[in-house]
């Protein structure tokens, strides 16, 4: 059955401008890193993601690599554009980035033109459409020019195969350059997209915030439950289907220590005080700081989902509350 939006989707969700742009964008957005592949469950994707649009999610964000296997979460947003959440385009904002391994060869990887732009064209077309909203550098490329780099993300837009463009993974210094860069080419860099939360604070709190207030540029942070550490899963230890169980390759039973699961515990229960799951809090802290546009969550069912997106319904930190949140990170 073709889908239909709620008619009531913008009363659920916070709008803020992204950077100094005309854009506004969802306080809670989604991203397809997990959960959203071919080796997932097709109606949980879909079920998920007409929710999300029916919450007021209108950012859906992925890359060129995103499944397993790489490509297919594009290919199966495609699908579920096309069985209705497609009438709805220009209310949507759909990103994409290059700049991970991809396909074989020289040319499938980091920062060229040759790579940026023809990752970008098979995206569009696993997507099944004509430009994204936002396209991405999604690392630095230490081998290639950043002038080359950002020259191709500037031709993105000239083509009108992406509307704006952002970066994602660059340090400070990196973003700078980045940004003064596609500032010359006239084409601004709308969005930051870093690694950000509770427990990984060093790139963006040792001057990237800075720049990007003052470059008037957007930051959405990823990973901003740490891979699911600030949630209440591991607060009694190591749970059956967790991603530490599973041996995920990027969390680890060396991430959970005795000395950080304390501090988990005293996390979780400030959440409590504030009448607020871990989750929640750790997306309103960083949708506390005033240069965070969007927060970026994934998900893996609609209940998960609709209990973060609960998130803005309490956003405000007392100072007292702030300062204990930071003894215990300290």
């Not at 990103?95 to 940026?116: F, H, L, Q």
Request: hydrophobic residues 35%; contains cysteine.
């Amino acid at each position: 059955m073709s889908y239909f939006a709620s008619t009531d989707r913008y009363t659920h969700m916070k709008y803020n401008r992204c950077g100094n742009s005309g854009l506004m964008l969802p306080a809670v957005s989604l991203g397809l890193w997990h959960n959203f592949g071919d080796m997932d469950d097709q109606k949980s994707i879909k079920d998920i993601l007409h929710r999300a649009f029916d919450l007021g999610i209108t950012h859906f964000d992925l890359a060129n690599n995103y499944g397993p296997p790489p490509g297919s979460a594009e290919s199966n947003l495609k699908k579920v554009l096309q069985d209705g959440l497609g009438r709805y385009r220009d209310e949507l904002i759909i990103s994409t980035k290059a700049g991970y391994d991809m396909w074989e060869g020289p040319y499938g990887e980091w920062g060229s033109r040759k790579y940026i732009l023809a990752s970008l064209d098979q995206s569009l077309k696993r997507l099944g459409l004509e430009y994204v909203d936002i396209f991405y550098s999604h690392r630095y490329d230490p081998d290639t020019p950043l002038e080359e780099t950002m020259g191709a993300l500037h031709s993105a837009v000239q083509m009108g195969k992406a509307l704006y463009v952002g970066i994602s993974n660059y340090d400070a210094e990196q973003t700078l350059r980045a940004v003064e860069i596609l500032e010359e080419l006239g084409t601004p860099c709308l969005i930051h997209q870093p690694k950000y939360n509770m427990l990984y604070r060093s790139r963006l709190e040792n001057g990237l915030l800075e720049v990007l207030e003052d470059k008037g540029v957007g930051c959405i942070p990823f990973s901003p439950l740490a891979q699911g550490l600030l949630t209440d899963r591991y607060l009694k230890g190591i749970p059956e289907g967790s991603r530490i169980a599973g041996s995920s390759i990027s969390l680890t039973e060396e991430n959970l220590d005795a000395d950080l699961l304390v501090r988990i515990k005293a996390l979780n229960q400030e959440a409590e005080l504030r009448g607020q799951s871990l989750a929640q809090m750790a997306l309103a802290w960083i949708l506390s700081r005033k240069q965070v546009s969007s927060v970026l969550i994934g998900a893996s069912s609609v209940s998960q989902l609709e209990a973060n997106v609960a998130t803005i319904h309490n956003l405000k930190f007392t100072r007292d509350e702030l300062d204990t949140i930071n003894n215990i990170l300290s």
